[in-house]
């Protein structure tokens, strides 16, 4: 069960040298949230019975943010720079002990997750990952109640108890009423739809201006339209109606904050995950963005660094027009790629892969029916 807070609604005077985040709002938000969510397991519509005993046994839920990154960009922060990892911990950090508060509340008021009050029995395996139950008088065969483990000897738990440890007392003694409360998804449709184009998830936008590739019943390859992110919506409503980004007219220029995923050295997105993992109990769905032309020893540095920084996973992407033709477009790629067509007559065209070509009674642009043709899904829609 998972649900997304949309980050950028607590913005107060985006923009302005008064930019600030509204943490009393949030942090209500956050526990009415976490009431909702765990309100949707009773009606989680699973079709199997592991399933449906699985939730209702540990309660767990998902609860994470959108558009950290056009957040960032709104009280004035360069995604990736110092004050922005400071905030992803902070914003992350709040997420997560006002969750435990909630869980802890919802536990006094309905019981806690079943899973809670369940007996194990410590093993030998038990006690050589956790040497600290040893030094707690635990031995092999003893028992253990479901809600000591998890507030005592879950190691996130014990992150949390260096902040709260009144709070994770109390969830040793009480139980929570959900195992696991955090999930950052990738939110894109949210995102979108909902948010109005904010960044997905954890990321920076993508682009502040750029193209997505969207399938339209009847045409025989996809669609190139417009897109706007979010914060670049905002700051033409609220601040220059003519801003546009990578314009050479000063009267239409943003401030230099406003970046996007490729302008982040992977080391900073790197960097954003792992402020936020600390607090965040379940996973998190982040993209490094790298360069086509990264060098190869850079490129596998990355990964060593994210093991460095204790992230669970890493993910990297590298744009490769000749391999796959993505969803979400830059014009500049357009521009640099070329796509070259042999026609029936054996000559070849080349052309870039913004310029539109007519074919088959239908305009296209180049990248498009490239891919089109390629992936064989032509004429499929």
């Known amino acids: 069960m998972l649900g997304s807070i949309n980050l950028t609604k607590f913005v107060l005077d985006p923009f302005t040298q008064q930019a600030r985040f509204d943490w009393n709002r ?12 765990d309100n949707v397991v009773e009606i989680n519509g699973l079709p199997l019975e592991e399933q449906r005993h699985e939730i209702n046994h540990k309660r767990r839920h998902g609860m994470g943010y959108l558009g950290l990154g056009s957040t960032i960009t709104m009280l004035k922060m360069k995604y990736g720079d110092a004050a922005s990892v400071i905030f992803t911990e902070q914003v992350t950090k709040a997420l997560a002990i006002t969750g435990w508060r909630a869980g802890l509340e919802l536990a006094k008021e309905k019981g806690a997750a079943p899973i809670m009050n ?16 040893l030094d707690d008088g635990y031995k092999v065969g003893d028992s253990v109640a479901g809600k000591v483990l998890h507030a005592r000897y879950s190691r996130y738990m014990q992150q949390i108890a260096k902040s709260e440890p009144e709070l994770v007392k109390q969830l040793a003694e009480q139980g929570c009423r959900f195992t696991h409360h955090s999930s950052i998804a990738p939110t894109g449709t949210i995102a979108l739809s909902i948010g109005n184009n904010a960044s997905n998830g954890i990321e920076p936008s993508f682009a502040h201006h750029y193209s997505r590739n969207i ?47 490729d302008d982040i050295h992977p080391k900073q997105h790197v960097d954003i995950q792992a402020a936020a993992q600390k607090w965040i109990d379940s996973s998190i769905s ?24 204790g992230l669970k ?17 830059k014009e ?35 990248a498009n029916l490239f891919d089109a043709l390629k992936e064989g899904y032509y004429g499929k829609f």
Do not use: W
């Open 26 to 37: 949030f942090k209500t938000t956050v526990t009415i949230f976490t009431r909702m969510l």
């Open 215 to 261: 399938i339209r019943q009847g045409k025989k390859s996809k669609e190139k339209v417009d897109v706007f992110s979010y914060e670049l919506l905002a700051y033409r409503h609220l601040i220059n109606a003519e801003a546009m980004p990578y314009s050479d007219v000063p009267a239409q220029q943003l401030p230099d904050y406003f970046i996007c995923a």
């Open 332 to 366: 500049q790629d357009l521009e640099n790629t070329l796509y070259q067509f042999t026609l029936a007559d054996g000559s070849v065209v080349e052309l870039k892969g913004s310029e539109e070509v007519e074919y088959d009674g239908e305009y296209h642009t180049a």
């Open 313 to 329: 996973g890493c993910t990297t992407f590298r744009f490769n027009p000749e391999a796959f033709q993505g969803v979400l477009v």
């Open 118 to 133: 369940e007996q194990f029995t410590v093993t030998g395996e038990m006690l050589r990952k956790r040497p600290e139950m």
């Open 286 to 309: 982040k993209t490094a963005n790298v360069p086509t032309d990264y060098p190869y020893d850079e490129f596998k540095d990355i990964y060593q660094y994210a093991y460095e920084q």
